[in-house]
């Protein structure tokens, strides 16, 4: 009785401490009040946790480029990246955010995959470097079936944060710019200096694509079907001319 009260009182005085650790998340995070996490945190950190386990259940395999301990794809390194992200966000609004979209080379096709973060006096290419990769391992859990195949050999590219909707429109001005793996001094970035926010899917989304060239660019404009004009002086001249006669008519009845 002694031995297990004395196990019990251990376990609970390393709960708060092995929350933090990432084979613990999982199972303590919902439980421990000692450390408190905003509902958007602890949201986005379930979804972060299907999405790990899922690809465990597939028999999925990951074996890319070996990279740094602080951005290797676990619960804790995760968390932390999400709230620099959103910390950065906060106090530079979309300046410094850029949207990040992945591709197999021998496609044409680009999936978004996120958005990340930067202090001022860290460049994009820097930024996605430091977190390449935390960002390319998210997106062949995101995308197994067409992005698992290149696993370590993936291309990331960067557009203008939130220009979702002008990707989706093929706007001209929105070009994407690739980013590489090793960029110079990108190892001497603190983690907290930069942030990644993966996309995550719900209710069966099917994922937000594109289409473009090689280099980036909008393969073709989307033009709106229904195109205004404002009509001209003979136009509005004739449409008073009508009105009038109208209104005379109505008047004699």
């Known amino acids: 009785m002694t031995a297990t009260l004395v196990l019990l009182l251990l376990a609970c005085a390393l709960t708060p ?5 990432p084979f613990f998340c999982r199972k303590l995070r ?4 000692t450390h408190k996490t905003s509902s958007h945190y602890l949201s986005a950190s379930i979804k972060w946790d299907m999405l790990i386990d899922e690809d465990e259940d597939e028999g999925l395999h990951f074996n890319g480029h070996p990279g740094p301990r602080d951005m290797k794809y676990n619960l804790l390194n995760i968390k932390r990246q999400r709230e620099n992200f959103e910390s950065i966000k906060a106090v530079s609004g979309k300046e410094l955010i850029n949207d990040v979209y992945a591709r197999d080379s021998d496609t044409d096709v680009y999936w978004y995959v996120g958005k990340v973060a930067r202090v001022s006096d ?3 290419e820097n930024a996605i470097a430091r977190q390449w990769p935390m960002i390319e391992e998210h997106s062949v859990r995101l995308r197994p079936a067409e992005l698992y ?9 960067a557009a203008p944060g939130d220009s979702e909707m002008d990707v989706a429109y093929c706007k001209p001005e929105i070009v994407f710019v690739q980013m590489f793996r090793d960029s110079k001094n990108s190892s001497e970035i603190r983690n907290k200096e930069v942030g990644f926010a993966g996309e995550l899917y719900e209710n069966g989304e099917e994922g937000f694509r594109t289409t ?12 709106s079907s ?3 004009q404002q009509p001209t002086d003979k136009e509005l001249d004739d449409m008073m001319e009508m009105l009038n006669s ?6 004699d009845e």
Do not use: Y
């Open 226 to 228: 229904v195109v205004q």
């Open 30 to 33: 919902l439980v421990d009040s």
């Open 17 to 21: 401490a092995l929350s933090f650790h």
């Open 212 to 223: 473009r060239t090689a280099d980036g660019k909008a393969v073709r404009e989307i033009q």
């Open 149 to 157: 195949p290149k696993w370590g050999t993936l291309e990331l590219w």
């Open 246 to 251: 109208k209104v005379v008519m109505g008047s």
């Open 122 to 124: 860290v460049s994009i």
